[in-house]
């Protein structure tokens, strides 16, 4: 199945916005242009690293979860900001793909990717907007705190590039633990920037739906946050 298959399969009678998104863009920038979507709430309609962990194993997910409840009630509650939220949140993301994955092996779990992939619901509005940006000939990148395990998989079917989190592996196996930081908050510019050289040297399109973006967000020339249009 290629990318245009699995948009033509993207859930019939899903709400549509494209009409509040300008569909042109300027024929001839001043600078070449470079559109970075987040994927989880941005190109789909939810999470999906929680569904692809329970496909792997429901059991050590929910033990996973339990493990790090704590730490999911204070970032949810409390709404931990700054250095120290950011590190609460990457130890538990961590430590739950460490209870789920470990000791996996590599081929299997990309196996399961490329049966699971194809039925992530994508946003019809999100969709066009990617490939409007395609069409113009601008470079297209994920950028998403979500891991390379199944993403590579999406970026490949989208035909786009990816920036995400990398999974450590050790002869073939999943070790559980992050071989990049996570590409949440700041690491998401951090990451563009050593992909793509300073913000200021190309024209930069941001598209986002959470806290997670909004340095990503901030840093664009025409940020789109939920769909809309972020006023500058």
């Given amino acids: 199945m290629n990318s245009n298959d699995w948009r033509s399969n993207s859930p019939v ?11 042109e863009f300027p024929s001839i920038p001043a600078l070449p242009v470079v559109a970075a979507f987040d994927f989880d709430g941005t190109l789909t309609y939810r999470d999906t690293l929680i569904p692809f962990l329970a496909q792997v194993s429901l059991f050590k997910l929910l033990v996973g979860l339990a493990l790090v409840s704590p730490a999911l ?3 949810m509650y ?11 949140r990457e130890s538990a993301k961590q430590r739950l793909c460490r209870v789920v994955l470990r000791g996996r092996r590599q081929a299997d779990l990309q196996e399961l990717a490329a049966r699971w992939v194809p039925g992530i619901a994508l946003r019809p509005d999100m969709l066009a907007r990617l490939r409007k940006h395609q069409q113009a000939g601008h470079r297209v990148v994920m950028v998403s705190a979500s891991p390379d395990l199944y993403l590579a998989e999406v970026a490949r079917r989208l035909g786009v590039e990816l920036i995400c989190t990398g999974l450590e592996t050790g ?3 999943l070790t559980g633990r992050f071989s990049t930081a996570n590409c949440w908050g ?3 510019v951090a990451r563009l920037e050593s992909r793509f050289g300073p913000v200021g040297a190309y024209e930069l399109h941001a598209y986002g739906d959470s806290s997670g973006d909004a340095w990503l967000l901030k840093a664009a020339d ?11």
Wanted: aromatic letters at 2%; one cysteine or more; a positive charge.
């Fill in 73 to 75: 009630a204070l970032l």
């Fill in 78 to 88: 409390r709404k931990r900001g700054g250095d120290h939220g950011m590190a609460l």
């Fill in 222 to 232: 025409c940020a789109w946050l939920n769909g809309k249009k972020v006023a500058r």
């Fill in 186 to 188: 700041p690491e998401k």
């Fill in 13 to 23: 009678g899903c709400p549509r916005s494209v009409a509040r998104m300008p569909q």
């Fill in 171 to 173: 002869d073939g196996r």
